[in-house]
Nanobody
Framework: QTRLAEAGGGSVQAGGSLRLSCVVSEAAKRFCMAWFRQVPGKEREGVATISMTGASEYYADSVKGRFRISRDNAENTMYLQMDDLSPGDTAMYYC???????????????????????WGRGIQVTVSS
């Protein structure tokens, strides 16, 4: 069974940076992927998506210009570089992956979590003021 494993979370002060990674247990090139986040008591929200080849990226308005999603299919790893972090970015961050061609096509400009069938366990990011 394919597994996703997040790493790189932690605590940082406002204005700081963190880089999250998500390792896929098999060939990552088969999957379109994304990052989501969730705060207790709130719905999970999409942060950024990336296509199978990495040619297309899509971001939530709240993170545009501050976060960058990328992937290295040779290393079966996806990344989320987070700069200029603020307390509002505090959340559990999850990586997600999907292999359905039609859903991956729709995910190019959508943050709908229904495009993805595989999820990591999540990793905490805490930003203090």
């Amino acid at each position: 069974q394919t597994r996703l494993a997040e790493a790189g979370g932690g605590s940082v002060q406002a204005g700081g940076s963190l880089r999250l990674s998500c390792v896929v247990s098999e060939a990552a090139k088969r999957f379109c992927m994304a990052w989501f986040r969730q705060v207790p008591g709130k719905e999970r929200e999409g942060v950024a998506t990336i296509s199978m080849t990495g040619a297309s990226e899509y971001y939530a308005d709240s993170v545009k210009g501050r976060f960058r999603i990328s992937r290295d299919n040779a290393e079966n790893t996806m990344y989320l570089q987070m700069d200029d972090l603020s307390p509002g970015d505090t959340a559990m961050y999850y990586c997600a992956a999907g292999s359905d061609g039609r859903r991956c096509f729709a995910a190019i400009d959508s943050l709908d979590e229904d495009h993805y069938t595989l999820w990591g366990r999540g990793i905490q990011v805490t930003v203090s003021s």
